[in-house]
């Protein structure tokens, strides 16, 4: 398995196609289009099975590329000059019997040829003559543009008087410095110039590509008219096709540049998570829009309510009935038991009356989530950052109504933890009875006196009547029960506070994390394993 920078070519080209997709819609557009094609049309090049290696010779009208092609050859296959061929399609010639059909159907060149007595050492090569990619008809150069992204190898055939031109080094040369290993420049023609003047040409020509960053292209000099270093070049071509690499250095360079590219793309900032301070003031933010401080005092106000009604002193306690129960009145309270596995269910959750204005909820609640996708954001490019604000958006619209059936559904504790006031109610009810006998007693007694009876036996202690202890016992005894009965439901009231605050704070927190937090999250890990696959491709 061919192998680049230590990792299967196959498991590079499956991170980059992962890589790609994860960045569609958020890096640009134009460059995951070319990583797809490029991971395409790497799968398909890599599918052929045998070993053809396919070079290309490219260059300028009058660079004697097509002679070149020939020598090469051994054969006149090409025409040169004014006798080629007026078609915009490249020929190929393959050399040896394998057949290279449906790798040239692949690659959409009609014409080709099977090189005879082809040497062995050559064997697997396919060499393409390309059109002129200077030619005044757009086709050709449409046609050499296309070519270059599929062939294993790049020959360039210059000639001594346009071997610095500004159309080849501009268009093709420069933009294909990421296959410099993969590309070789030959100075054809050669037998028109002395030695010294080779010479010269060559060295302007290697500090030429030097500077354009293509200091490992190689430089050879030939002539196709002489056959000076056609040798040299079919012993280049020799090694390339023995050692079978070319394709998968190919696509491998192409595969690192286009991850460089991608990872250029995702920025210079690898996304983390929303961080623990942030959720936490999403969910105080939250849980301020939603109302639950209002909730919390009104637990706080209802348990003080129903602990007075229950356990003050029963002559007095039924006047805190009079007031308003403030659960009752944001029509909140324990869900009946029947209810409670329905308590999620939205159909059958009521609103809440909770005052705090439909506008202005909605702002303090996208101010809320702005702020989180914001800070989440920070330091990634612009497309990331805008797919993390559309992400803490997805719920926004239901975001109102969640939090109010989370305030809604939520136990705040109200039908438990109250059971020593049963206690001091029967308390304070056994009082009211002594009282209560006491009075009867003293109208019986008044009674009688009044029709001038006798009066019903009695027992005094301390010298006052027991019916008159009844009376200032139960009296007093309630008053002070109920006295310190109101200390106990206040510090009930307030730990039911601080429960409610909890749980309300909880149930806040589950509608933040699953409307807001994991859809941040989820792209902010989108970007991640977007690093890593590109990562894993270069």
């Known amino acids: 398995m061919a192998r680049t920078k230590g990792r299967a070519l196959p498991e590079r080209i499956v991170a980059l196609r992962e890589a790609g997709a994860l960045s569609r819609g958020r890096s640009d557009d134009a460059l995951v289009d070319e990583v ?37 050859a051994g054969v ?10 007026t078609t915009s399609k490249a020929m190929a010639g393959t050399f040896g019997p394998e057949p290279s059909s449906s790798l040239l159907d692949w690659m959409d060149v009609p014409r080709r040829h099977v090189v005879p007595n082809a040497p062995a050492d050559l064997e697997g090569l396919v060499l393409v003559d390309l059109p002129d990619h200077d030619s005044t008809a757009s086709a050709h ?23 610095a031109d500004a159309a080849l080094h501009d268009r093709y040369l420069k933009p294909l410095a990421r296959q410099a290993a993969n590309t070789v420049v030959v100075l054809n023609q050669a ?60 696509f491998g360079s192409d595969v690192g540049e286009a991850a460089a590219r991608l990872d250029e793309s995702l920025g210079q900032t690898t996304a983390g998570e929303v961080t623990a301070g942030s959720a936490k003031q999403l969910v105080k933010s939250l849980s301020a829009a939603a109302g639950v401080g209002v909730v919390t005092e009104a637990v706080v106000g209802a348990t003080r309510r129903r602990g007075s009604v229950i ?12 007031r308003p129960d403030p659960l009752r009145r944001l029509r909140l309270g324990a869900l009946p038991k029947a209810d409670k596995k329905h308590e999620l269910e939205p159909a059958r959750v009521q609103r809440t009356n909770i005052p705090r204005g439909e506008g202005a909820l909605k702002a303090r609640v996208d101010s809320a989530v702005r702020v989180v996708s914001d800070e989440a954001s920070q330091g990634l490019p612009h497309g990331w950052a805008q797919a993390v604000r559309v992400a803490s958006q997805q719920g926004a619209a239901a975001l109102p109504d969640d939090l109010d059936r989370a305030v809604a559904t939520a136990d705040l504790g109200m039908d438990s933890g109250f059971g020593y006031w049963r206690v001091i109610q029967a308390v304070q009810w056994v009082l009211m009875t002594a009282v209560i006998l006491g009075l009867g007693w003293l109208l019986v007694d ?25 009376i200032i016992g139960g009296v007093g005894s309630g008053l002070v029960l109920g006295l310190v009965s109101r200390l106990l439901v206040e510090i009930t009231a307030r730990s039911k506070g601080r429960r409610a605050l909890g749980v309300l704070q909880r149930a806040v927190g589950r509608v933040a994390d699953a409307q807001v937090l994991a859809p941040v999250n989820a792209e ?11 990562l894993l491709a270069k």
């Open 36 to 72: 797809e094609a490029l991971v395409a049309r790497a799968d398909e090049r890599l599918a052929f099975s045998g070993g053809h290696t396919v070079v290309a010779l490219a260059g300028a009208t009058g660079s004697g590329k097509s002679s070149l092609f020939n020598a090469i």
């Open 76 to 85: 006149k296959l090409a025409e040169p000059g004014v006798k080629r061929p």
């Open 141 to 163: 150069r449409i046609e050499v543009d296309r070519l270059v992204e599929l062939v294993d190898m790049l020959i360039w055939v210059v000639d001594p008087q346009k071997y």
């Open 191 to 250: 037998d028109r110039l002395t030695p010294v003047q080779l010479e010269e040409c060559l060295a302007d020509l290697r500090r030429l590509l030097g500077a354009e960053g293509l200091g490992d292209v190689q430089v050879r000099a030939a002539s196709a008219v002489t056959g000076q270093g056609v040798a040299d070049i079919k012993s280049m071509l020799a090694k390339v096709v023995k050692g079978k690499t070319a394709s998968a250095a190919r």
């Open 311 to 322: 356990t003050g002193w029963p002559a007095l306690s039924w006047l805190a009935s009079l």
């Open 446 to 470: 008044f009674v009688l006196a009044y029709f001038q009876l006798p009066p019903l036996p009695t027992r005094r202690w301390r010298d006052v009547p027991v019916q008159t202890w009844l």
């Open 524 to 534: 902010l890990g989108r970007h991640r394993n977007a690093r890593q696959k590109v």
